[in-house]
């Protein structure tokens, strides 16, 4: 049998275009070695962001008395294993939910790794010494975390995967890198309790960020009492104690690798020189990449819309693109970034940002959230990017998402009548009133 599609991967890009390719009409076949969901949903944002819910939910009991809330309890505690209960109890349904909608869709799914096989330029799926073969085969198999070279014990370091089947918390932790993932799993630790040390070998923590979003990071984390360095690595850890470039030594049990991720290909049985060309496409006829496996940006929503516009290409004659990328640092308050960043502009006088701190919202206030800001860049009247530090920065950064995949003028988008009390209406604030 020939499928019409064939899927090595069903992560977030994967599961996408299975989806698009049912609707078609498509003979679709997917081969999927661990469970529905890929990193996102198994071992990445769903179990993170549940761990981070939990820690946010006891950070609030313990500071109980701000809400005007009376309690004869002196102290609360956690269960850190209820919470990781909790946390496999949601990834487990969700994971189960999705396999059988697509299996309802009509999806059929092999539950084992899958290999290619180069033959005339056209690639054909090994799995479990079965060949299968399709006109488009769709490799969207996904990343791995990256691995550094550091001289300790094995038990010692931990990467992101690892650290989700830890079922007791360590006494103290250093988490190598200040991206996303870093900086989540500060957070949760820090708000249950753990002595938490960040090292960033960049000059700033969350290099990728507008640079205010980095000063804010840096104070968030003194607030917090995360110790952190910037511009170092981590030599070695020997008898509990971590040694650094710049000559710190630090106590820690575990380290943390979050320094970032690594794209995962298919293996090709036959050695072929496989080449990832542009839109996708690669040096054999039939075979697509799309999702982490690609590369560049790393994120679930990224990977869902490469994967659909991919197939728009291939079966609707529509041109390969990709918008503007929204990213989220969760936690609180949440941080969120799309377009470009100051740091990035040549020419700041062509530019005009807008920056209002979220303590002039009176919702801010009603939730003791006072903390951040809402910054807006523009150039000619159009928003090129936005950086947002507030509660419920992840809704605020697809408004202003919206706007910019509408092409609104700043001017169209003071037009909108923005409900109050609300952090929306601080987009507003932002570009009608700040200096």
């Not at 309890?73 to 189960?96: G, H, P, R, T, W």
């Not at 990467?159 to 988490?175: A, G, Q």
């Not at 630790?189 to 969350?206: I, P, R, T």
């Not at 509660?391 to 923005?418: G, H, P, W, Y």
Request: hydrophobic share 40%; proline share 3%.
């Amino acid at each position: 049998m020939i499928y019409d599609v064939a899927i090595i991967g069903l992560g977030p890009a994967g599961i996408e275009f299975a989806k698009e390719s049912l609707k078609f009409g498509l003979k679709t076949i997917a081969f999927e070695k661990s469970s529905v969901g890929g990193t996102c949903l198994n071992l990445g944002c769903i179990p993170t962001k549940t761990m981070l819910s939990c820690a946010e939910v006891f950070s609030k009991i313990c500071n109980f008395s701000k809400y005007g809330i009376l309690s004869a309890q002196d102290e609360f505690n956690y269960s850190y294993s209820q919470m990781c209960a909790k946390k496999n109890k949601i990834v487990e349904k969700l994971s189960d939910a999705l396999k059988k909608d697509l299996l309802n869709k009509g999806l059929t799914i092999i539950s084992s790794a899958a290999e290619l096989c180069i033959e005339n330029n056209c690639a054909l799926i090994v799995s479990d010494n079965k060949e299968y073969r399709a006109k488009k085969i769709i490799a969207a198999s996904g990343s791995k975390p990256l691995d550094i070279d550091i001289d300790c014990q094995k038990d010692v370091l931990l990467n992101s995967d690892d650290l989700l089947s830890l079922t007791e918390l360590p006494k103290n932790i250093l988490i190598i890198g200040s991206g996303a993932i870093g900086i989540e799993w500060a957070r949760i630790f820090a708000s249950l309790g753990v002595n938490v040390c960040v090292v960033e070998k960049a000059k700033s923590l969350a290099p990728l960020c507008d640079k205010d979003i980095s000063a804010r990071i840096e104070r968030f984390f003194k607030i917090s009492k995360v110790k952190f360095f910037k511009d170092c690595i981590v030599l070695a850890h020997n008898n509990g104690v971590a040694t650094l470039s710049n000559g710190s030594e630090i106590i820690c049990d575990k380290i943390l690798c979050a320094a970032g991720r690594a794209k995962v290909l298919p293996k090709i049985i036959n050695n072929f020189n496989l080449q990832i060309l542009n839109n996708c496409k690669t040096n054999i006829d039939n075979l697509f990449v799309t999702g982490d496996a690609v590369g560049g940006i790393m994120l679930a929503h990224a990977a869902s819309f490469q994967a659909r516009s991919l197939f728009n290409s291939i079966y609707k004659n529509k041109e390969y693109s990709i918008s503007d990328i929204p990213s989220v640092i969760y936690g609180s308050p949440e941080i969120a970034s799309i377009g470009i960043k100051e740091q990035e502009i040549d020419d700041l006088s062509l530019y005009k940002i807008y920056k209002l701190p979220i303590s002039y919202l009176p919702k801010a206030w009603c939730d003791d959230e006072i903390d951040g800001f809402i910054k807006i860049i523009t150039k000619d009247g159009y928003i090129k990017g936005a950086h947002i530090v507030s509660k419920e920065a992840s809704a605020l950064i697809c408004q202003i998402a919206i706007a910019m995949k509408a092409n609104m003028r700043t001017d169209d988008l003071l037009e909108v009548v923005f409900p109050h009390p609300t952090y929306s209406e601080g987009i507003y604030e932002a570009l009608n009133y700040a200096d």
